[in-house]
């Protein structure tokens, strides 16, 4: 079936670890986000792509950093200055970045720290 | 300011039964798009409902519909016949801008949904 693999589903950092946060999808998506979710909050954008080799930070992209080599894999590596990472993380992808083209999302990734 | 406001944190519902979730928006730009998305406990967000700015009828997806009221701003999602599996936390967001623009989705704050038996 076609989707988006998010992994693992739960991840803990220790202090001053880099982590990455894997996100995989088989839709043939040219575009492809990240997300993150805190408690009491909506979906803030960490960083998004909308081909391959190019990404754009989103609102929150300090402490984050992404790279997207295939068009299948958009990973996120949480860099140990993010001093907050604790949160949900989803990743999404669509055909597109404009029209009614709706994104579709993975199961999400739950970032805590040790 | 908020460009999506989702006013209620929390809605109870009978099953079987209707239940409007409220989301107005804020823009000034004529071409937009509002999306509705379901997020069960689980975590995935799960795509529901899209309506378009120049859309002359209100969406509708199975038991899902959109009371779309541009003059108000407004794009209220309509559950029909509330199942016990509907309980979820629901989001509002919507796209402004022309295609090619960075055209990013604003998210509202989410409305949870509980449904009784």
């Known amino acids: 079936d076609g989707g988006i693999t998010q992994s693992p589903k739960y991840l803990f950092r220790k202090e001053g670890q880099n982590v990455t946060l894997s996100c995989e999808q088989n839709?043939?998506?040219?575009?492809m986000y990240w997300y993150r979710q805190d408690p009491g909050q909506g979906l803030r954008l960490i960083y998004y792509?909308?081909?391959?080799?190019?990404?754009q930070k989103g609102d929150i992209a300090e402490g984050y950093s992404v790279s997207r080599e295939k068009k299948e894999s958009f990973p996120l590596t949480v860099t140990s200055a993010q001093k907050n990472p604790t949160a949900f993380y989803l990743c999404?992808?669509?055909?597109?970045?404009?029209?009614?083209?709706?994104?579709?999302f993975g199961d999400g990734t739950r970032l805590s720290i040790l | 300011a908020q460009k999506i406001t989702q006013t209620q944190p929390g809605m109870f519902v009978q099953e079987k039964e209707a239940v409007t979730l409220d989301c107005t928006y804020d823009?000034?730009?004529?071409?937009?798009?509002l999306f509705w998305y379901k997020q069960p406990s689980s975590g995935e967000m799960i795509f529901l409902i899209y309506?378009?700015?120049?859309d002359q009828q209100n969406a509708t997806e199975g038991r899902y519909s959109l009371n779309f009221q541009k003059a108000r701003k407004s794009a209220n999602l309509v559950i029909s016949a509330s199942q016990l599996g509907d309980s979820a936390m629901y989001f509002c967001?919507?796209?402004?801008?022309?295609?090619?623009?960075?055209?990013?989705?604003?998210w509202g704050l989410g409305t949870s949904l509980a449904v009784n038996p």
């Open positions: 792509s909308q081909i391959v080799n190019d990404f």
């Open positions: 999404a992808s669509s055909i597109g970045e404009g029209g009614n083209q709706p994104q579709h």
């Open positions: 309506q378009g700015s120049y």
């Open positions: 967001a919507m796209r402004e801008g022309k295609a090619g623009n960075n055209r990013k989705l604003i």
């Open positions: 839709l043939n998506h040219d575009a």
């Open positions: 823009t000034s730009d004529p071409s937009y798009g």
